[in-house]
């Protein structure tokens, strides 16, 4: 199947500052993007939804001030999660579909954000 | 709209009996459905999927599931499990025909495997 990288695959940072998680499709045109966050012992709830060269679509209660997404090319979106907080701790997973990957949405590998 | 339901948040079998883990979806459109599997700590792998051809659909592992569209089910099975197969279990519906349409995730069941 068709490979998401996503990085890094875990990162530590102090409370205020900004971390980006990289994702990347490695062997299709990601047209569309998703990102993902994960609580600890719950399920993925779907953040954001970003189409290649337009801006994304946030679902309801997501900061689209806080969660920055761009996603400006057809294999890398990013996501920068701005004046980190202890309550953004979690585990991100961005997915992606497009051209060459059929129907099926490929997951990165996620990222586990720890705000200290 | 388009929704999952995981009939059980948690399931405990003995190492070689059958699994079965459930699962509902609604959907408005043709849907593609999914499981995923999540070990402690680790990202997402794809057990199998089912995209309109064959309603019983064969995965990695031993994993199988059928799509019955008139139970509006797709029930994960398994006829021995191994300890290796105890993590999280997600059942996710999308829009077959659309690929905008994000993965909408079941809460998940865990499968604890005994020995």
């Known amino acids: 199947g068709a490979v998401v990288s996503q990085h890094p695959s875990w990162v530590i940072c102090k409370s205020g500052t900004s971390v980006k998680i990289e994702c990347r499709s490695l062997d299709f045109q990601a047209t569309t993007m998703f990102w993902y966050r994960q609580f600890p012992k719950q399920s993925l709830m779907l953040m954001a939804t970003s189409n290649e060269g337009s801006k994304a679509t946030y679902e309801q209660g997501v900061e689209k001030d806080k969660f920055l997404i761009n996603h400006a090319s057809l294999t890398l979106s990013t996501l920068t999660v701005t004046s980190a907080h202890p309550e953004d701790s979690s585990f991100y997973i961005c997915?992606?579909?497009?051209?060459?990957?059929?129907?099926?949405?490929?997951f990165g590998q996620g990222t586990r954000l720890t705000v200290v | 709209a388009q929704s999952v339901t995981q009939l059980d948040s948690h399931v405990s079998v003995s190492e070689g009996t059958p699994v079965l883990l459930r699962c509902n979806y609604s959907?408005?459109?043709?849907?593609?459905l999914f499981w995923y599997v999540q070990h402690p700590n680790k990202g997402l792998q794809l057990l199998l999927k089912?995209?309109?051809?064959?309603?019983l659909v064969k995965g990695i592992n031993g994993f199988e599931a059928e799509f019955k569209k008139s139970e509006t089910s797709f029930h994960l099975t398994k006829p021995s499990a191994h300890m290796s197969d105890a993590a999280e279990y997600f059942c996710v519906v999308s829009d077959v025909n659309s690929g905008n349409t994000p993965l909408v995730f079941g809460k998940g069941t865990r499968l604890s495997v005994i020995a």
């Open positions: 089912y995209t309109s051809a064959a309603t």
């Open positions: 997915s992606a579909r497009g051209v060459g990957a059929g129907f099926e949405a490929f």
């Open positions: 959907s408005s459109y043709s849907p593609s």
